[in-house]
């Protein structure tokens, strides 16, 4: 099994890139990790297990490999620094939305999402982003570097784009500071969602949105293979309830799924992360 590479999403043959409607660009991208390392092994990961799902979608009852899905080569970052890699990931979710097409880009690394965001925002000038995640990454910068994962909704708030945190269980003293020069941030604290007292500031969302999700953002019990397990995080349910109601109140034009570090023995975690990025398909096109 483990030599088994698949290629195309669901290891369905993929759909033509011209009529598609949704583009999966795996991007295996690893520069600022600093902690687990192994992001860059996400997308195969991602998409061998996606091998094993069943298509049909009992919820919508559709099978929303129907909408017509194309998966892309793997970005090859050989030989780039970490600026350049960036650059490439924002020149494939450019080309993606040329064709009129949802970019949905699998990490790798976090900081993958600032290109991405930006190419979507270039596209949906009133664009608004929702931030699912552990982590508040508004560092404006970390390890010496201002493209680090841990500063990528920071760049978020440079490029002037509303922006919604949810999920927030770790967060530092210079994000609180940052927090409160009044930036265009507002932020649903996982403490709020586990006790049931969250009220999501629903009214931020603008007509698009862009939908980025740290997989850290799941608790560890179900999402274990990640670079900093946060107790505490959002439970599968949850996820898929937030982004239905994001999908029901706005059009979704763009989203990445991120930070998923392959572990061994921890399929429960690769599985995970397919079907979430199929539900997440689903929801956006068949709902
Ligand atoms: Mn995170």
Not at 17 to 35: D, G, K, N, S
Not at 161 to 181: K, M, N, Y
Not at 189 to 215: C, F, N
């Amino acid at each position: 099994m483990d030599e088994q590479l698949i290629t195309d999403f669901a290891d369905v043959p993929s759909c033509d890139p011209a009529t598609a409607r949704v583009t999966i660009i795996p991007a295996p991208l690893e520069y600022t990790v600093c902690y687990m390392k192994g992001t860059q092994h996400g997308p195969q990961a991602i998409l061998n297990a996606s091998s094993q799902m069943e298509t049909y979608d009992e919820e919508l009852d559709c099978e929303p490999i129907d909408v017509g899905i194309h998966t892309r080569p793997a970005l090859d970052y050989r030989g780039m620094d970490h600026a350049s890699a960036l650059r490439a990931t924002g020149d494939a979710v450019r080309e993606v939305l040329q064709r009129g097409q949802l970019p949905l880009t699998l990490g790798g690394e976090h900081s993958l999402s600032a290109p991405a965001i930006a190419a979507v925002h270039g596209h949906y000038p009133d664009l608004t982003v929702v931030h699912i995640d552990a982590h508040g990454d508004l560092r404006d910068e970390y390890e010496g570097t201002p493209l680090s994962h841990a500063s990528i909704e920071r760049r978020v708030v440079d490029m002037g784009i509303p922006l919604l945190e949810i999920g927030i269980r770790s967060f530092s003293p210079e994000e609180v500071a940052f927090l409160r020069t009044g930036p265009d941030v507002a932020i649903v604290w996982a403490y709020q969602m586990a006790r049931g007292i969250a009220t999501i500031p629903w009214e931020r969302l603008s007509k698009h949105t862009y939908v980025t999700i740290d997989l850290d953002a799941i608790d560890p019990s179900e999402m274990p293979a990640v670079g900093t397990p946060e107790p505490g995080g959002l439970s599968w349910y949850q996820v898929l309830d937030l982004f239905r109601e994001i999908c029901r109140r706005t059009t979704v034009v763009g989203m990445d799924v991120v930070e998923l570090c392959p572990m061994p023995g921890q399929t429960r975690a690769d599985f995970l992360a397919a079907k979430l990025v199929y539900k997440l398909i689903g929801y956006r096109f068949c709902s």
